[in-house]
């Protein structure tokens, strides 16, 4: 079956601009989780969905950052005001009870 | 702090050498311990699944162990398609995010 599926899969922007990252889980999955990975690290949780609600946001580092998923399928991940440490790769992951499936990711270039 | 270290960094190995990760962690009560597979420019590839000390996971080539502290990921006979990065992730006891390694880069040469 489809895996998860994440898009853009590259983006490069300007710094200050507003960019839009969505992921679309696997069918079923209820859990719903972003992750930043930066080169030469492991993924940093961002934010958790179980459905349409944040369940937990403890990992955005700033107001700059905002995710939602409106009908508890798609969701996007919204970057205010982008800076320049702000590239890296995205990750969406879904599960369905402990483990976590992840998507190719979205590489993020702010120059 | 709850922390996940694993070693080494990078491994380079001979085609059908054998060796083994490691992945220690400090955590006041551990959920469950996970191994992903990462390829250039793709997402983490899902392994195993570890819940309690002693229990052991294969896949293939792969076998995952576990300790109270510590997870080895041992690799038998590599062939150069098991070069990858591999990453370990904890999931704490009353937390649902996965607190990940910053993993081991494994290279086979034939």
């Known amino acids: 079956g489809a895996g998860v599926s994440q898009t853009p899969s590259n983006k490069v922007t300007e710094k200050g601009k507003y960019v839009e990252l969505r992921c679309d889980p696997i069918?079923?999955?209820?859990?719903l989780y972003w992750y930043r990975q930066s080169l030469g690290q492991g993924p940093e949780f961002l934010i958790y969905f179980q459905g349409t609600g944040a369940a937990d946001d403890s990992g955005l580092p700033n107001d700059r950052f905002f995710a939602v998923r409106p009908e508890g399928s798609v969701s996007t991940l919204k970057i205010q005001r982008t800076e320049r440490g702000d590239s890296a790769v995205y990750l969406c992951?879904?599960?369905?009870?402990?483990?976590?499936?992840f998507g190719p990711g979205t590489r993020l270039l702010v120059l | 702090e709850d922390q996940v270290t694993q070693s080494p960094e990078a491994l380079r190995l001979q085609e059908g050498e054998s060796s083994s990760l490691n992945c220690s962690y400090t955590v006041s009560g551990l959920r469950g311990l996970f191994w992903y597979r990462q390829d250039p420019g793709k997402g983490p590839e899902f392994l195993f699944t570890l819940y309690s000390a002693g229990e052991e996971k294969e896949k293939e080539r792969l076998k995952a162990t576990l300790t109270k502290k510590e997870s080895f990921l041992h690799i038998t006979a590599p062939k150069p398609e098991d070069s990858a990065t591999y990453l370990c992730a904890v999931h704490f006891r009353g937390d649902y995010k996965l607190s990940f390694g910053a993993g081991t880069t494994v290279t086979v040469r034939a």
């Open positions: 992951a879904s599960g369905k009870g402990e483990t976590q499936y």
């Open positions: 069918s079923g999955h209820t859990a």
